[in-house]
């Protein structure tokens, strides 16, 4: 199948700083793609949807400026945490697809960044 | 998207089959229904998915009802490494976004 990788795994930053998550598509051409937040013990939260070439689509709750997120081509998506906070530590998930070669809506899950702030 | 609804959690004895449902009574005829599972702190993981027929891979069959109104995920024989969270997600193929519920926990156990 295909595979999605993350970068980086987990991090630790200081209140107030900006943290930048890379998701990336290593064998396939990925026009869209998901980012995901998960507290302890709840389930996945979709946070906005990335088209290549495209502003993402942020879900109702989220703020974009908070939340940056490019995708600039068709292989890396990315997730900038701006001034983070305490309450912002989370599991964060990308997912990518490509409707055009998998089957429709086919999503193919990174393995997670996990997000601690101090 | 439709919303699913996933009794919270299960046990299955290991070499038994796991059967986990799941409910959609609100699915459109253009949704798919999608399974995912994960194990603690990692990403989701594909299992199966279909739209009205029954389907079968190398993980799992996925018997969805005629009405489609429901569906059960079937792992045939279930290891120890099929602990984990199972999700059943309805897909607008259109929007493209999948909405996770909170799942089913399920437990082998030796």
């Known amino acids: 199948g295909a595979v999605v990788s993350q970068h980086p795994s987990w991090v630790i930053c200081k209140s107030g700083t900006s943290v930048k998550i890379e998701c990336r598509s290593l064998d396939f051409q990925a026009t869209t793609m998901f980012w995901y937040r998960q507290f302890p013990k709840q389930s996945l939260m979709l946070m906005a949807t990335?088209?290549?070439?495209?502003?993402?689509?942020?879900e109702q709750g989220v703020e974009k400026d908070k939340f940056l997120i490019n995708h600039a081509s068709l292989t890396l998506s990315t997730l900038t945490v701006t001034s983070a906070h305490p309450e912002d530590s989370s599991f964060y998930i990308c997912?990518?697809?490509?409707?055009?070669?998998?089957?429709?809506?086919?999503?193919?899950f990174g393995p997670g960044t996990r997000l601690t702030v101090l | 998207d439709a919303k699913t609804t996933q009794p919270p959690s299960m046990d299955c004895a290991e070499g038994r089959a796991a059967n986990l449902p799941c409910n959609h009574s609100?699915?459109?005829?253009?949704?798919?229904v999608y399974w995912y599972r994960q194990i603690h702190s990692q990403g989701p993981q594909y299992i199966i998915h279909?739209?009205?027929n029954n389907e079968t891979n190398e993980m799992a069959s996925l018997i969805i009802t005629e009405d489609r109104k429901s569906s059960t995920l079937i792992l045939p024989h279930a290891t120890l490494r099929d602990t984990a969270v199972y999700y059943c997600i309805v897909t607008n193929t259109n929007a493209g976004k999948s909405t996770f519920g909170d799942g089913t926990t399920l437990t082998v156990k030796p």
């Open positions: 609100t699915i459109s005829g253009n949704e798919y």
């Open positions: 990335s088209n290549e070439g495209s502003k993402a689509t942020y």
């Open positions: 279909g739209l009205k």
């Open positions: 997912s990518a697809s490509d409707s055009g070669f998998f089957s429709y809506n086919e999503q193919f």
